[in-house]
């Protein structure tokens, strides 16, 4: 073997080098590396013409001199140990036994000799330096040189990969590493299993409280986040629930003292607004108040104008007459914006709750009355004559009203608009005064069963705002006591009454599947088909956003919704993302597209039904 030194200038590459496909990939970081530790191997040469060398072993190490040439971090004549072969050695068998013969080196040592070097006193960015990667790289290598060693072994010897590794990293804590690697079921160790469960003391950022609070002002208390180093689009952790607690509580103090100065007779913080016990309490609504004489007469002059411009250009108005017809519009619409007041008398015995809504916005319930500051009316009963069972058994009794309710059965069976009323009746009373003991003789009861157990923020949905809308504006109209809501069903017409019944029914409406339901419920299906016989479109009601479904779904099922809604291409372009990048972007292209994930799409519309028949009276 004949070691030479010879110059930068006259070493070239040889066509015999074996290692064809992307040779010069990690230039750089080779370059870095033989600046900081010199060349640790020889090149392995051959004389050529012209007095230059080829060279059949070290193609890359080449390559990152003649860099660090071009750099001028060395010359070009810089003089190079290298091993001459002789004539009789083959160029491809020395090119080949060099690089199959090389045993690449497992992760795990590499993070253990970055880890050695961090102890010599080394930080990040010199160690970067050294090895020409990044200062972010060589933390995340230090991260993963800190596990659990119980658990480094365990990716040794294969029991785990990379991605279950990085997961680890989350978490300083190796005995909470340990546990639940432990824990954890075999087919349950996915990388996001993993994170969850080290991170489950700690709060998310887009968590409502956070938003609620704000991140600036979290961390000038003294609160800090935890980054994910392997995963860099998620926005990290809040590690100190108690202090955001205190923060929320103190905030909502503040909006509340707003509240308090509106005059109610009670104020209660919630940071999650309790919307079960909320239903449980009688709720008093403002009152519009009338547009006054003067913008009325506004109104009417504006309308006056506008239908003016109309009828001067017609249908095809210019640019100008347009915008000007807009602006007409626009001051009309907030003229006839209605004021809502609550009644002093009502402020003075109810009260408002405060607490955060969806999206982290500020939620207040305002006018709801505790039941003990409900005003308590007579029983319609009361003061009535003795009832005549008065010396009869109890047998007695219970067999001549039985006899009774033999004949209103029959009677009310023949009387469909008294059907009506007394349906509209027990079905109205359970719905809009829950918090009484008021019943109807039928034994007809809804129940409502409440949803944001099952889809948290559901009430600030688009269904969920709109449903509030119809019950604010029935319990407008509906008495406040429910000793009075039969005298009122009395006074309506037909309209109001089938009205009132729709929406007692849709309140009745349960289509939830629990983990407990079988597929082939009957409640399921016939939910199903109610919705193909009204048409249902989950589309004008539901958005495939972050929070709603995107977060909640593997990789895989965002990218089949991409695929679906937009191009397959599409999909594929987002497919090697994060995940958290890949929601970002999926909620953007998938915005608009009216994607439903199968479970929301429309059911295959029912058979249809036999021609109607009637009884005839006898």
Known sequence: MTIQMIPLNKLVPSPANVRKTAPLTGIGELAA????????????????????????????????????????????????????????????????????????????????????????????????????????????????AAVAPALITAYREGEMDLDQLMAFTISDDTEAQLRVWTELADWNRDPSTIRRQLTSAHIEVHDPRVQFVGLKAYRKAGGHVLRDLFEAEHDGYLTDPALLDRLVISKLEKEAKAIRAEGWAWIEIMPEIAHDRLRQMKRVYPEIEPLSPDQQAEIDRLTAAYDALTDEHGDEPSDEIVAELEALSDRIDGLSESTERFRPEDIACSGAAVGIGHGGRLAVERGLVRREDQPRLPHPTSGAEPKPERGLSDQL?????????????????????????????????????????????????????????????????????????????????????PAALWDWLLRQDLVVRLDLLAFCAGCAVNA???????????????????????????????????????????????????????????????????????????????????????????????????????IAAE
């Not at 009203?401 to 349906?423: C, F, I, K, N, P």
């Not at 958005?543 to 479904?549: K, L, N």
């Open 33 to 144: 590396n033989i600046k900081a530790l010199g060349l640790l191997q020889n090149l392995q040469v051959r004389l050529a013409d012209g007095g230059t060398y080829t060279v059949e072993a070290g193609r890359r190490r080449l390559a990152a001199l003649k860099l660090l040439a071009k750099r001028k971090a060395i010359a070009k004549t810089e003089r190079i140990a290298c091993r001459v072969l002789g004539p009789d050695e083959n160029a491809t068998e020395v090119s080949l036994a060099e690089n199959f013969m090389r045993m690449p080196m497992h992760p795990a040592d590499q993070f253990d000799a970055f880890k050695a070097l961090a102890d010599e006193g080394k930080g990040p960015e010199e160690i970067a330096a050294r090895f020409g990667c990044s200062p972010a790289t060589i933390k995340q290598r230090l991260k993963l």
């Open 397 to 481: 009794v219970e067999n001549l009203t039985a006899q009774r309710t033999a004949a209103l059965r029959v009677e009310l069976a023949r009387r469909s608009d008294a059907s009506l009323t007394a349906v509209v009746h027990a079905l109205a009373l359970p719905v809009f005064f829950p918090h009484e003991d008021a019943e109807s003789c039928l034994a007809i009861r809804v129940q409502s069963v409440p949803l944001h157990g099952s889809a948290t923020g559901i009430e600030d949905s688009e269904a969920g705002k709109a449903l509030d809308e119809l019950e604010a504006s029935w319990r407008r109209a509906l008495p406040s006591e």
């Open 512 to 614: 939830v599947k629990k983990k407990a339901d079988r597929a082939d419920n009957d409640r399921l299906g016939h939910a199903d088909l109610l919705a193909a016989q009204i048409g249902l479109d989950m589309a004008a009601w539901w958005q495939p956003t972050a929070d709603r479904y995107l977060r909640h779904v593997p990789k895989l099922r965002i990218l089949e919704a991409v695929r679906e809604a937009v191009t397959p291409g599409a999909a594929d372009n987002l497919a090697t993302m994060k995940k958290d990048g890949l929601i970002m972007e999926a909620e953007r292209r998938l915005a608009g597209t009216g994607w439903l994930p199968p479970i929301l799409r429309a059911p295959m519309p029912p058979a249809s039904a036999e021609e109607p028949f009637a």
